[in-house]
C-alpha cells in the first residue's frame, strides 16, 4: 500500500477519528486488502491524507500495534504483522469472552443462577451450531 489508504473519516459518526482508523485499517488486514508484511503510510503521511492531527494517527498505530496486527521497525516503517491470523483470532477470543462474561454476568444480575445461565449458554450454542 505504502502512501494512502482507502480510509474515510465521519465527523458525524461520533465515534472518535483514531477508532475510526483503527476499525478500518483492521477491516482492511481481515479482508485481504491488506497482507502480511505490507507497509503502512508513515504517520505524517496518513495524518495528511485524513487530514487528522499526527497524535491522532499515533493513537491509532499504537492500538493497531498493541492488537498484533501491525509491527514498527525502527527506520523502516509500519507493516502488517506476520503473525495477523493468530494476533486476530487472539483478538476475536479475547472479545468473545469479554461480551459472553458481559453477559453473564447481566443474567447473574437479573436473578438467574448459574444452572440457569449454563442451561442458557448451551441453548444458544446449540441454535447457532
Aim: net charge negative; hydrophobic share 50%.
Amino acid at each position: 500500500m505504502g502512501s494512502t489508504l482507502p480510509i474515510a473519516l465521519s465527523q458525524a459518526s461520533g465515534v472518535p477519528f483514531y477508532r475510526q482508523i483503527v476499525d478500518q485499517i483492521a477491516g482492511l488486514i481481515r479482508d485481504g486488502g491488506l497482507g502480511p508484511g505490507d507497509r503502512l503510510p508513515s504517520v505524517r503521511a496518513l495524518a495528511g491524507s485524513t487530514l487528522v492531527s499526527l497524535i491522532t494517527v499515533r493513537r491509532a498505530y499504537a492500538d493497531l500495534e498493541a492488537a498484533g496486527l501491525i509491527v514498527r521497525r525502527q527506520g523502516q516503517g509500519t507493516f502488517v504483522a506476520e503473525d495477523v491470523a493468530a494476533a486476530s483470532a487472539e483478538r476475536a477470543a479475547r472479545a468473545g469472552a469479554d461480551l459472553l462474561g458481559g453477559a453473564v454476568a447481566e443474567a447473574l444480575r437479573l436473578g438467574l443462577d448459574a444452572a440457569a445461565v449454563r442451561d442458557a449458554v448451551e441453548r444458544a450454542l446449540e441454535e447457532s451450531t
